[in-house]
């Protein structure tokens, strides 16, 4: 714990002004960091770009591409708000949690941030002056097959609503590595519904190793990139006109993520 | 299984007729009208035959939402390019002759380097193909045609194939002539045609010495003998065209430079969702997609 307040002071200092309604708890944080940590600058090496954008104070939603069963780009998205030197900031990551039956799992997960989703939730989140991660593809991509690696699936757009109707700056993120580092070869349904999880993955690692070792990767190099934030008329009061500026935003952060994933890609094909 | 006869028609004496009786609309259409562009209904009844086997028999496209584009009046189609023999465009053309309900020819705008190539050249010209510049789109939205772009242009058909159906940005030029011409715009995803021609690795340099805009490595480039070589691999086509895209903007905001770049990424992201979800979708390649089977 000392060492860990002396290295990330700024951190420690604004998270412990944070909000903590749902839970978050600096001392696990404290615990994991040199797990991700390691995973951030040695396994993974991961390069992320434009993270002077985030505002230093105030609300934020962060929207991203998500890959793999274990929820990995928001745990390097949180090391690179925490690690960042100007103005670090705590992350809270909205997603479905309602499957975590393990209560020491679920546990662990709130403590580090991670948020129930919901519009109140998210509302409640942005009137503090929270940084707010969303991953909109929902469970559904946690479990995409190795071909369709860095293709989107449709947003639900209702997760960017409550951020439209506060007129909330949405910063969309794209992630490169992420599925190549844990691919899935094969998803178990039926394993899945029995065990009442939302997809069973089968990966080099997963089913076959004992504990620790079944959640390992490849060291894939990681590439993040935060992206300008989409200017979009303040909404008013009409609900109809929130629902479908919400829309128009989400399909085009899908899109402005999909086209960087591209970019990104060929980069990395033409090795650069 | 594939039935070969579209290929017969290939020796046909006079292809004209061959045409006039296959598709009497499409040919009153466009006999004896003289075209400024030099379009050449012989010629175009020459190479039908050949499309029409690659169409019917070879890919099996399947065109979803032909009945998008309008019977009359000028628009544009936008789509994304692939294949390093770009025969996205002749696919598209030859839905248009043998499926639409008003037959129609689809002028597609080529990059300048085809127009360096000797023979190439002309038979570009006579199928009714036709120099990308503005001027030239202009007067054919105003004479009211489908005008075909690819805004990738050729970069968009060197994609290698672990790029594949990855869609390059966009040049914004499409739009600003969509808006001053008030011409709607028909976004068309084609799956299918990057994996024709694999295109293993690009070489520049070799591209350089011998003035082509990429020098490809495909299974059959520059390895087999010359018919051989350009052989495509019978991989299974779909074709999804959308509703067609009205810009409700006056002319004058054709000079808006951020309201043009924002179209122009809202046609490609939609393009490029619905190549993500025809992909998804796809059993493999070659077999095409799960509800191919339902068809009889």
Redesign the interface.
């Known amino acids: 714990m000392p060492s860990f307040a002396v290295c990330y002071r700024d951190y420690v200092r604004t998270a412990l002004k944070a909000d903590r309604h749902f839970g978050f708890d600096l001392r696990t944080v404290a615990r994991i960091e040199p797990c991700i940590s390691f995973l951030y600058k040695e396994w993974w090496k991961v390069e992320f770009d434009g993270l002077n954008m985030i505002p230093s104070t105030g609300p934020a939603l962060i929207v991203g591409n998500r890959a793999g069963f274990v929820p990995w780009p928001a745990f390097m998205l949180m090391y690179a708000l925490m690690a960042n030197k100007s103005g670090p900031r705590r992350l809270s990551i909205v997603g479905d949690l309602d499957w975590v039956k393990d209560e020491r799992l679920y546990n662990l997960l709130v403590q580090v941030g991670f948020v129930p989703w919901s519009s109140a939730n998210l509302k409640h989140l942005f009137a503090k002056g929270e940084i707010v991660a969303a991953f909109p593809e929902g469970l559904s991509a946690t479990c995409k097959p190795f071909a369709d690696r860095y293709r989107m699936l449709e947003f639900d757009w209702t997760r960017l609503l409550p951020a439209v109707e506060e007129g909330i700056p949405i910063y969309p993120l794209a992630t490169i590595g992420c599925e190549e580092s844990v691919p899935t070869i094969a998803n178990l349904d039926n394993l899945a519904k029995f065990l009442e999880m939302p997809a069973f993955p089968v990966t080099p690692f997963f089913p076959w190793f004992p504990f620790p070792f079944n959640l390992g990767s490849l060291p894939v190099r990681w590439r993040m990139k935060l992206l300008k934030n989409l200017t979009y008329p303040r909404a008013s009061k009409n609900r109809d006109k929130i629902e479908d500026t919400a829309k128009n935003q989400s399909r085009f952060i899908e899109g402005d993520i999909q086209a960087e994933l591209n970019r990104m890609l060929r980069a990395r094909i033409k090795g650069n | 299984m594939a039935t070969w006869t579209n290929l017969k028609t290939l020796g046909f004496r006079d292809p004209l007729k061959a045409l006039e009786k296959r598709n009497p609309s499409f040919y009153n259409r466009y006999a004896g009208v003289e075209d400024e562009f030099g379009f050449d209904l012989d010629v175009f009844a020459k190479s039908e035959p050949l499309f029409r086997f690659y169409f019917e028999d070879y890919f099996k496209v399947d065109v979803k939402g032909l009945e998008n584009i309008p019977n009359e009046g000028g628009a544009m189609l936008v789509g994304n390019h692939s294949g390093l023999l770009p025969m996205d465009g002749g696919m598209i053309t030859m839905a248009m002759l043998h499926s639409h309900p008003s037959p129609r020819r689809v002028r597609f705008l080529v990059t300048d380097w085809f127009f360096t190539l000797p023979g190439i050249r002309e038979w570009i010209v006579k199928t009714g193909q036709v120099r990308a510049t503005r001027e030239n789109a202009t007067k054919l939205l105003r004479n009211g045609e489908l005008v075909g772009v690819y805004p990738e242009g050729i970069r968009g058909v060197g994609k290698?194939f672990?790029?594949r159906y990855?869609?390059?940005?966009f040049h914004p030029g499409f739009v600003q002539v969509a808006i001053a011409e008030q011409v709607p715009i028909i976004p068309v995803a084609t799956v299918g045609g990057d994996e024709i021609f694999p295109n293993f690795v690009n070489i520049k340099g070799l591209a350089q010495t011998v003035r082509m805009p990429f020098f490809p490595v495909t299974f059959a480039f520059p390895w087999l003998p010359f018919p051989l070589m350009f052989v495509p691999l019978p991989v299974r086509w779909r074709m999804l065209i959308r509703k067609p895209v009205e810009l409700n903007y006056p002319p004058e905001k054709a000079t808006d430079r951020k309201l043009v770049l924002k179209i122009a990424?809202?046609i490609?992201?939609?393009i490029?969702?619905d190549l993500?979800?025809l992909?998804?979708e796809r059993k493999s390649p070659f077999t095409g997609w799960h509800d191919d089977d339902d068809e009889p």
Do not use: G, H, K, W
């Not at chain 2, 990855?166 to 940005?169: A, G, Q, S």
């Open positions: 290698t672990r790029e990855r869609v390059i940005d990424r809202e490609q992201y939609d490029q969702r993500n979800q992909l998804r």
